[in-house]
C-alpha cells in the first residue's frame, strides 16, 4: 500500500465575499470564515483538510498529486513474468498471463499431466504446453497405450506403412517373462515382417552352433550387425523361417522354409519336416525337388553333444547321412550346413560358420567365408 499522498491546496482564495456573520469573540463585525473544503476539491476520494485560507489533500492509497488527480503506476516496475502483459489498477495490477504460464504473476508453468494421460502407469512429464509419457516396459505410444509386440510381422499388421528398422518388441507380453528388447525388421522382402534372430559377420564362427541357446547383445546385433542369436525368445511363434548368407557383402543364396517345430530348441533333431523350401540356389532347389522334400536336421546341443563337422543342416530328405554331416572324412551329404565345433564330441573337430550349400565331399566344417542372418516370421 503506498504511504497517503498529502497535497498542498494550489488554489488561493484572497478575495472572498465578506459576508455578515456571528462576530468573533470579542470583536463586533469581523468578517465570516470560508470553507475551502466545501467544493470538494480532492479528487478519488482524497480527504481535504483546511490549513488557514487553503487546504490540502490526504490522498487515498494509489492516488497522488495536490489534488490526488494522479493515478500511481502500479506497473512500474513490471511484476510480470514470462510475456505476461501488467493491467493497471486503482492501487493494484494484475497480469495477463500469455498461453501455458499462471500465477499472480505468471511464474508458473501450467501443468499439462492431467489424470491419467498416460495410460499403464506410465509417468507423464510435465512440458510447456506439452508433456511426455514415460512409459513402463511392454508399452509404447504418446500415452503408453500401446503395448509392444511380440515380433515384426505383428508391427506391420498393426501399421503397414512401418519400414525397415530397429523396434522394441516383447514375445513374452507387457509385464510377463523377460523383458522387451530390439531387433531388425525387415518390412519389404518376402511381403515383409521378418524379425532377425540371428547372425553372424563374415570369417566369425560358432555363434550359431546351438541354436536354442541365446548369444551376444540383441540391440547391439539390431543396431551395428554383431554376432548374435535370440531365436529362442520367441518359443516357436513363427511360421517360416528365412536364412540369407553373404560373400564380400553381396547377396548370394536365400533359402525360404516353413519348419514342423521349432528350430531354436537345445535338444537334437536330425530330421524335422519342412515344408514349402523356395531356395535361389539351384542345386539345393533340384536336390529337395528330385527327394520330394527337405528336412531340417539339428545334430548339435548344449553343452554335451558337439559334434565337430555340422551343427545343423536344411537337406534333401532322402540324404542317408543323418547327423547333418558329420560321418566321416569325405563329408558325406549334400545340402546347407552350419560348421560344427572345435572341441567336438563326434567326428573329427573343425568348427567353422556357414558353409552355404554343398554337395558329397564338400566341407561341411572348418568353413567361415559366408555371413549369415537368420530371419523368422
Known amino acids: 500500500m503506498l504511504v497517503p499522498w498529502i497535497g498542498l491546496g494550489a488554489c488561493q482564495f484572497p478575495n472572498y465575499e465578506v459576508v455578515p456573520t456571528q462576530a468573533a469573540a470579542g470583536e463586533a463585525g469581523a468578517p465570516a470564515q470560508v470553507d475551502v473544503c466545501a467544493t470538494t476539491p480532492c479528487q478519488h476520494d482524497g480527504r481535504c483538510i483546511p490549513v488557514g485560507d487553503t487546504f490540502v489533500c490526504l490522498c487515498a492509497d494509489g492516488f497522488r498529486g495536490d489534488t490526488c488527480e494522479i493515478n500511481f503506476d502500479d506497473c512500474t516496475p513490471d511484476p510480470c513474468l514470462n510475456g505476461g502483459t501488467c493491467v493497471d489498477g486503482t492501487d493494484s495490477s494484475h497480469c495477463d498471463c500469455l498461453a501455458g504460464w499462471e500465477g499472480a504473476t505468471c511464474e508458473h508453468s501450467i501443468d499439462d499431466c492431467a489424470p491419467g494421460v498416460c495410460k499403464n502407469n506410465g509417468t507423464c512429464v510435465d512440458g510447456f504446453q506439452s508433456y511426455t509419457c514415460a512409459c513402463l516396459p511392454g508399452f509404447v505410444g504418446d500415452d503408453c497405450g500401446t503395448p509392444l509386440q511380440p515380433h515384426c510381422q505383428a508391427i506391420l499388421q498393426n501399421d503397414p506403412t512401418s519400414a525397415d528398422g530397429v523396434y522394441s518388441v516383447d ?179 573343425s568348427g567353422g560358420g556357414w558353409s552355404g550349400v554343398t554337395d558329397n565331399g564338400g566341407p561341411k566344417g572348418n568353413v567361415k567365408r559366408y555371413g549369415l542372418k537368420v530371419w523368422i516370421r
Open 171 to 349: 514375445p513374452d507380453g507387457a509385464g510377463l517373462g523377460d523383458p522387451p528388447f530390439e531387433v531388425y525388421c525387415d518390412m519389404q522382402t518376402f511381403d515383409g515382417g521378418w524379425t532377425l534372430v540371428g547372425q553372424e559377420r563374415e570369417g566369425d564362427e560358432g555363434t550359431l552352433k546351438f541354436l536354442g541357446v541365446d548369444v551376444g547383445d540383441a540391440g547391439r546385433g539390431a543396431r551395428y550387425g554383431d554376432d548374435m542369436l535370440i531365436g529362442s525368445r520367441f518359443r516357436g511363434d513363427y511360421t517360416e523361417v528365412r536364412i540369407d548368407d553373404y560373400n564380400s557383402g553381396n547377396f548370394v543364396d536365400g533359402i525360404w522354409f516353413s519348419p514342423e517345430g521349432d528350430l531354436f530348441n537345445n535338444t537334437v533333431r536330425k530330421a524335422m519336416p519342412v515344408s514349402n523350401l523356395l531356395t535361389t540356389n539351384p542345386d539345393l532347389a533340384t536336390w529337395v525337388d528330385m527327394a520330394g522334400g527337405a528336412i531340417f536336421c539339428r545334430a548339435s546341443k548344449s553343452p554335451d553333444v558337439r559334434p565337430g563337422d555340422s551343427s545343423w543342416a536344411v537337406k534333401p530328405q532322402d540324404d542317408t547321412h543323418g547327423d547333418c554331416g558329420c560321418n566321416d572324412g569325405a563329408w558325406f551329404g549334400r545340402g546347407a550346413f552350419y560348421g560344427g565345433h572345435p572341441d567336438a564330441t563326434s567326428c573329427s573337430p
